[in-house]
């Protein structure tokens, strides 16, 4: 018989079960209205690839994974999409989100299924494809992409694979009555996780309080999983202390489960798992336990992701009268919705409508007492008390130091803290903060790394620009002098004016063009008609080519000053230039009457 760990801390509040698991699971129905919200896990919200007005079937995808960490969201049922805009969903944060809307028809017309074949089933990468491909995400809360976690990376054998059945959170049964009604397909579905990760034991994690459940699981098992029944303890079913109960190992602060060679998995997760691959059923329901004391019918109900919650609570006979509050979740874990127009999504695990007797407002918060409870009581070992005060401080560097992150948010330090300290507000509240700040540090640093690679490669161009220009002012230099050479051992006779200018390639240069302009004024002196002409010519061409630079000037948006300068010197070149040509022409012409 396997041993069973303890963890540190817990607690045990009232479980309060027993009123949802009177009814085996029944399925909500059909809403005249699905909102279905784009991001319904953790990260990158899918992308709609649907259009108002378009007719879908059920089954059909409505928008596409964008990324790897991502997952798909497909038509619950046959319908037509209204609307893709923004409505109020789910989340703590109370805003709303981008959502397809689905008015639905009734019909529950589906597209026909695509099990994956036998033969495929054996490669890991068509599994998980498909998985993914199926929209799943971790049902046990945290909506983690199912088929990322089942990617454990090079390197990292996994040995245990976990199916958590734990269920701690008070009220919430539809993992419990999903173990007793469909264990096979739980168990199904385990297989094929098994051969995507070929662990070397597969253990299904159930607490004490659940014995239908265990049962009907261990009837189902066979020889190749083994089922670990522990004592019931809040908040066993974290995936870190489910881990430390069933093997006596300790996640490393900031790790993963598979740093150590584990993977978890929710048994909703499981079962989801089994209808997208042997089904080909992707994942658009789930069950959700109603409960609290203003529900006239508390259960367990398969209900269509993007079903309105006030749909459902009628469904089962909410009292709006005694109603106090509407909780996604547990009374430990839960947030508050502020509306009941919020849809199921794929962790919705359980709406809770107590009334003001079951589940009173806290009082006012008091100050600290330094009692040493909340330390006690933490499974992850922090320190909350500190915690607490940096998060007034807003010592985020101090909250990092003190693994903040660890915190996995149970409730338990606030559920004994006698001065009814909302701790977890205060964490999640700086959690917040933190990741928004590394977002913006993160920015601030793509920024820079563009900025200086830029410079970089401004100062590579301009060194190499330099590098030409220097070449080619050499071979010009070169150039030069061997021509002076040349030109000095042919003309021995030549003056002392020419041996000087021979001696240097700049004067050179200058006594070539001196001859050229009296060339072109003896050709002037012959022809005057036809030098007045390539005068003209000469002025037009320079006038186009000022021209053509004062546009470049103009069109220049001024990003590098450099450039601004060399264009503006260019123009003023070729002002000069037109200048004496304009000259030139001028006294052409005056000489050209003079003769005639």
Not at 139 to 166: C, D, H, Q, R, Y
Request: net charge negative; with cysteine; aromatic share 4%.
């Amino acid at each position: 018989m396997r041993r069973v760990h303890g963890f540190h801390g817990g607690v045990h509040p009232p479980e309060n079960k027993a009123q949802s698991l009177a009814a085996p699971i029944r399925p909500a129905g059909i809403p005249p209205q699905l909102i279905l919200p784009l991001a319904q896990h953790i990260g990158a919200p899918a992308q709609p690839v649907v259009r108002v007005g378009q007719a879908v079937r059920g089954g059909e995808l409505l928008a596409e994974a964008d990324g790897f960490v991502s997952v798909p969201v497909h038509a619950p049922t046959s319908g037509t999409v209204s609307a893709i805009e923004d409505r109020p969903v789910p989340h703590p944060s109370g805003l709303p989100a981008p959502c397809i809307v689905i008015d639905t028809d009734g019909a529950d017309a589906w597209a026909p299924p695509a099990p994956l074949p036998e033969a495929e089933r054996a490669d890991p990468t068509k599994l998980r494809e498909r998985i993914q491909g199926a929209g799943i995400a971790g049902m046990g809360g945290a909506g983690f992409p199912t088929a990322v976690k089942l990617s454990p990376g090079p390197g990292k054998a996994i040995e245990t694979l976990i199916i958590n059945g734990t269920e701690c959170e008070p009220y919430i049964t539809a993992d419990d009555t999903l173990m007793r009604e469909r264990a096979s397909e739980l168990v199904a579905g385990t297989r094929i996780l098994a051969d995507l990760l070929t662990p070397r034991e597969i253990l299904i994690g159930i607490e004490d309080n659940k014995p239908e459940a265990i049962a009907a699981v261990r009837a189902a098992a066979g020889s190749d999983m083994e089922v670990v029944v522990f004592p019931t303890k809040y908040p066993s079913g974290g995936e870190k202390q489910l881990i430390e109960i069933l093997l006596g190992k300790q996640v490393p602060s900031g790790g993963i489960p598979a740093d150590i060679g584990v993977v978890c998995q929710n048994v909703g997760t499981a079962v989801a798992v089994h209808e997208a691959v042997a089904l080909g059923r992707p994942l658009v329901s789930r069950v959700t336990t109603v409960t609290g004391e203003a529900v006239a019918h508390p259960g367990n109900y398969e209900v269509l992701l993007g079903t309105p919650m006030g749909w459902l609570l009628e469904r089962a006979g909410v009292d709006p009268a005694r109603a106090r509050r509407l909780v996604m979740g547990g009374p430990m874990m839960g947030f508050s919705i502020p509306e009941p127009a919020c849809p199921v999504v794929k962790t919705t695990n359980c709406l809770l409508v107590p009334t003001e007797a079951e589940l009173p407002t806290p009082p006012p918060a008091q100050a600290c007492i330094r009692c040493g409870l909340c330390a006690e009581a933490c499974p992850a070992t922090l320190l909350p008390q500190q915690l607490y005060w940096f998060a007034q401080g807003k010592e985020y560097d101090k909250l990092e130091g003190h693994n903040l992150f660890d915190c996995i948010e149970c409730g338990a330090c606030s559920y004994v803290c006698p001065s009814h300290i909302p701790l977890v507000q205060y964490y999640r509240a700086s959690k917040a903060e933190i990741i928004a700040r590394r977002r913006e540090a993160e920015k601030a640093d793509h920024a820079r790394e563009r900025f200086e690679a830029r410079q970089a490669r401004m100062e590579r161009l301009a060194a190499e620009r330099e590098a030409k220009r220097a070449e080619r002012k050499k071979a010009a230099e070169a150039k030069a002098k061997a021509k002076a050479e040349a030109a000095a051992s042919e003309g021995a006779g030549a003056d002392g004016t020419q041996a000087a200018a021979a001696a240097d390639p700049i004067q050179a240069a200058i006594e070539r063009a001196k001859a050229r302009k009296a060339a072109l004024a003896a050709g002037a002196s012959d022809e005057p008609a036809d030098q007045v002409a390539k005068l003209a010519a000469n002025v037009e061409t320079i006038a186009r080519r000022l021209a053509a630079a004062r546009e470049k000037l103009d069109a220049y948006d001024g990003g590098e000053a450099s450039v601004a300068e060399a264009l503006k010197r260019g123009v003023e070149k070729t002002e000069e230039k037109l200048a004496r040509a304009e000259a030139e022409l001028r006294e052409a012409r005056e000489g050209a009457s003079e003769e005639a």
